[in-house]
């Protein structure tokens, strides 16, 4: 098969872990496998996504991913493949459009998050529901993101719709060595690898990490984006500077996650975090926000507190350092979890649905 992926960036996220790890696997598989990138500016994914040898077609370097140009370049490129894959906003409104122009294209789209903003204004529901109809299928990365979008786009949609949760390599992930000298001494340090984005809540984090005696806790924020600045304001405003440090993009990940001695993910709503999947891959206790597509693959596992509520992810985090018999319960559930979400399962259940698409025409 001939397959082309369709993303906005390849910033730091989980849609972007996602077509560097299927791009990679899928071509192990023997198939033909490239991207198109609306903002092909230079990242870590980027330089691994480059190493998979596949074709990747920048249309933009630092550009808006909100571009009407792209929708004659997608033209150009998609009429060259079997299937076209899309991820995030812009390339999923795009590609739908693009589509109505090329014959004989099978788009398929994969639905991130279990909401998002346009879901809260009425108007864009029917466009919505034009714009996912367009395509062959539509993935989604948890239950409830598939629960969610179906209650969103109502009786009207025909198009159907998978859950296929993403997966991991893990045991890449649970084999990977802590970095020396990193990890100070006599703290117990919690880390967070995540976009810094509206979706995410690390100040919650931050809150709570201030609750706690600042000589015996320390704080790692992984990760770059938007509200970047803002946090870091937010935590200079809290005088955490000594207490909170900000590690920007890591390609490094499974190994900081060793390094550490707990995870956690706090946000407002999730899809299905890798950042979920591989803290709990690591041998790490794994803190979540109790909120969807976070509570789905935590909850009996690791370990959901309240949204927004630093004060009881203060006393999480507080028992897991005072507690070692819960700590190591909390990580050896965390791993025998993860092993539920191999990125074997993602693969082939992905390569399935290409296969029935294509064998229906």
Known sequence: MRI?????????????????DITKRLR??????????????????????????????????????YNPRYILDLRKIMRDYDIVHTHNTSPQFFTAIASVFTSKIA??????????????????????????????????????????LRTHLGSKHHTPITTIYNGIDVDACHSAEPIAGMHPANKFVVVMVAAFRKQKDQKTLIEAIAQLPQQEFELWLAGDGDTRAEIEQFVVDKNLAQQ?????????????????????????????????????????PFIATDVDGLREVTAGYGILFPHEDAAALAKIIKKLRDDKAYYQKTAEDCYRRACMFDIKRMI???EAIYRQILNQE
């Open 4 to 20: 082309l992926q369709v993303i906005t960036s390849l910033m730091t996220g989980g849609a972007e872990r996602l077509i560097v």
């Open 348 to 350: 082939d259940a992905y």
């Open 28 to 65: 192990e598989y023997g198939h033909v496998v490239d991207v198109v990138v609306f903002n092909g500016v230079e990242t870590p994914f980027m330089r691994q996504l480059e190493r998979t040898g596949c074709r990747i077609y920048l249309l933009s370097i630092g550009g808006s991913v």
């Open 244 to 284: 909170v440090k900000f590690l920007g993009n890591r390609t490094d990940v499974p190994n900081l996650l060793h390094t550490a001695d707990a995870i956690c993910m706090s946000s407002h709503y999730e899809g299905l975090s890798l950042s979920n999947l591989e803290g709990m891959s690591a041998g790490r």
């Open 107 to 148: 788009a398929v789209t994969t639905e991130h998050n279990t909401s998002n903003r346009r879901r809260n204004n009425k108007l864009w529901r029917p466009i919505d529901r034009w714009m996912y109809n367009r395509y062959r299928h539509v993935i989604c990365i948890s239950d409830q993101a598939e629960k969610n």
